[in-house]
């Protein structure tokens, strides 16, 4: 079985594009949480999240992360590779095409103009793949199970190169606040009644959403040793599972993420005391923190109480459909620089939640083998094992 | 090109047309006005029939006793479309100033009737939601081909669903550049495995063919190949938007397996826009 490189990564934080913007929030533990600016939240319980500067249409964060990514690799296009997408569509266009036929108004002031096509998310896909010249070979895939999309993404595109199916696979997801979004999770009484993302703390009262998202390109290693290409990463396995238990909501023993553990550790042939960090999921919410630290005991057993944890939603809020992708990223950060980045907010243990979770300060460390956690609407759960590119041998 | 042989073991399908494959072929000939399909209410989903013909697929299958082990089936669920019933309604309640209803939080991805699924059946294996620029029979199948080799996964059933509504009409006229299209209610799926005989594909002739009875052959899905705009401009708009590809090819397998078609024999998923895919089925 063939063995699967990240060589390129195009990055968004709420803080800006790229690593720097990465260093200086996500590793630093600088949260990014502020009063919603995109538009008016009178309406709401939930008040802030964590926007970016970016003023394009979702689409657009998707083409330029896309670039970047491209850049990174030292590839022109994605002739001959194939492009797997974690992503929804863009709300703005759909609440666009209504509020034209409710009220006549065809634009609303603070919002770019977003044609309704670009709602579909695989229109994002041909999109990308026709403005970087695809082939008609390449495979093309669109996924768009929620929470859990572009890391099931960054899954699929490991088989396909393990599998013997592609040698380049563009990988990501991406996600900007939308009115629309916001609505539903306030509906859901999810966000945080503090405005403030305190993932594994006793007084965590819930989630908030940012914007954000990350594109991969991974590929076979001796494809990208061939052309020279710089690796930063190894995908060494990954795991997916359903928890069986619940339409929204965790399982409370944590079953389903455990057995997505399982299988990332049994898919990379590593055992559970190789691990150095745990990159959490990490929502902030009662339930979810708690089903997840259950889940990691589990599956680790008493290396569980060794492996830093942490959850940079606290610092990014959640990206949604691009989280999983955007995490990815921030992981081979986190090797590269040999920093754990912090869980921020943290204010004090909760009895349920009982492992080293890095509070509020960065902490230096040597990152050889990571596995980054993610979870879904659905009880759907995914793990990606990661590797230091210095153990890429042989 | 992919080229991992999966079986057929088993197809549902419901539609205005009612629950049969049959049903579904004489549809797509002479389709009928009506546009809705029956299916039976799923508790806790509400305003939308895209949880409720989810559900009846899965169902179907689970029912059947196709499914050998419920830990070890893999679901791919794919529309290119979406949910619009339920995507439609949160963002005109949103507009009119109604406070959304917590319900539609969830239901607005398809993971929670999957979730819901999981529930009822105790599926603990891998579940995924697709989005598609045209029929939908690739992605599918090419994600069924990469699921089926995974030590975890026995069988995989893929599940194609599609909505009929007004701005899913409009968009579809704007995707297919005008092309009339219909769309109405209506999901189709099929229970695959990964073939456990002779790899059809190596062998590259009949003779890796493997007979069910007397009456009925297995039929296997062996290839899917990318195809170029010029390849499939000639065919005209068919009635299944954005499912049609998988809809022909339960209707091919079905009549295949009775004698009914030669095999091998090909379907096509038509990318909105031109071109897509060829996918080869033999017995």
């Known amino acids: ?394 | 090109m992919s080229r991992t042989s999966l079986r057929i073991v088993d197809m549902a399908c419901v539609g205005p047309w009612g629950d049969t494959i049959e049903g579904m072929a004489s549809y797509i000939e002479a389709p009928a006005l009506q546009a809705q399909a029956a299916a039976a209410q799923v508790p806790g989903f509400i305003e939308s029939a895209f949880p409720p013909l989810v559900y009846q697929m899965i169902r179907s299958h689970m029912d059947s006793g196709n499914v050998r082990d419920p830990a070890r089936l893999a679901i791919v669920l794919a529309s290119a479309l979406g949910d619009t019933g339920t995507a439609d309604c949160a963002s005109r309640n949103l507009l009119a100033g109604q406070v959304h209803n917590p319900l539609l939080f969830y239901q607005s991805v398809p993971n929670s009737i999957l979730g819901y699924a999981a529930r009822q059946y105790g599926l603990t294996g891998l579940m995924t939601a697709l989005a598609h620029a045209g029929d939908g029979l690739s992605a599918l199948l090419e994600t069924a081909m990469l699921y089926s080799e995974l030590p975890d996964v026995e069988q995989v059933l893929i599940i194609g669903v599609e909505l009929r509504s007004d701005r899913a009409d409009e968009l579809l006229a704007e995707l297919t550049e005008g092309k009339a299209m219909r769309a109405c209610d209506q999901a189709v799926s099929l229970l695959l495995e990964r073939s456990s005989g002779e790899d059809v594909s190596e062998a590259g002739s009949s003779e890796a063919r493997v007979w069910a009875d007397d009456t009925t052959a297995v039929v296997y899905i062996e290839e899917v190949r990318g195809q170029s705009a010029a390849d499939s401009s000639d065919r005209p708009a068919r009635p299944l938007a954005g499912n049609q590809g998988l809809a022909d090819l339960a209707i091919a397998a079905s009549r295949i397996s009775r004698g009914e078609m030669a095999a091998p024999a090909a379907v096509y998923d038509d990318l909105f826009g031109g071109g897509g895919y060829a996918v080869t089925l033999n017995r």
């Open chain 1, 1 to 394: 079985m063939s063995r699967v490189v990240i060589t390129g990564i195009g990055m968004m934080v709420p803080g800006g594009f790229g690593e720097a913007a990465a260093r200086s929030t996500v590793l630093a533990g600088v949260h990014q949480f502020r009063p919603v600016t995109r538009f008016d939240t009178t309406p709401f319980r939930g008040k802030a999240a964590a926007e970016s500067a970016f003023g394009g249409s979702l689409l657009e964060l998707g083409l330029r992360l896309t670039q970047e990514a491209l850049d990174s690799a030292g590839l022109a296009d994605l002739s001959g590779g194939s492009l797997v997408l974690g992503i929804q569509g863009d709300y703005n266009g759909l609440q666009q095409y209504w509020r034209a036929r409710m009220t006549g108004e065809h634009g609303h002031p603070s919002q770019q103009t977003v044609p309704v096509v670009e709602f579909l998310p695989a229109y994002h896909l041909q999109t990308i793949a026709e403005r970087y010249g695809m082939s008609p070979d390449g495979k093309r895939l669109c996924l768009n199970n929620a929470c859990i999309a572009s890391s099931n993404a960054l899954g699929v595109g490991y088989e396909l190169i393990r599998q013997g199916k592609a040698g380049t696979v563009l990988c990501g997801g991406y996600s900007l606040v939308t009115e629309e979004m916001f609505a539903k999770f306030d509906s859901g009484r999810a966000f945080a009644q503090d405005g403030r993302v305190r993932a594994f703390s006793a007084n965590r009262s819930g989630m908030l959403l940012g914007d954000g998202g990350a594109m991969l390109v991974l590929e076979e290693l001796e494809h990208a040793r061939r052309r020279g290409a710089l690796i930063r990463a190894e995908l060494l396995g990954w795991g997916l599972s359903c928890d069986a238990y619940h339409v929204c909501q965790p399982h409370p023993d944590g079953a389903g993420m455990a057995l997505a553990i399982e299988r990332a550790l049994r898919s990379a042939g590593l055992q559970p005391d190789q691990l150095d960090y745990i990159h959490a999921h990490g929502t902030g919410t009662p339930l979810n923190d708690r089903s997840e630290t259950a889940a990691i005991k589990q599956a680790l057993g008493d290396a569980a109480y060794r492996t830093p944890i942490s959850s940079t939603k606290s610092v990014t809020g959640h990206i949604l459909e691009g989280t999983g992708a955007l995490e990815t990223a921030l992981s081979v950060l986190a090797m590269k620089e040999g920093v754990l980045p912090p869980t921020v907010g943290y204010e004090g243990q909760d009895a349920s939640c009982d492992l080293d979770y890095v509070p509020n300060e960065p902490r230096r460390a040597r990152l050889r083998k990571v596995v980054n956690l993610n979870a879904s609407f659905g009880g759907n759960n995914t793990a990606l094992v990661l590797g230091h590119p210095e153990e890429v041998a042989g």
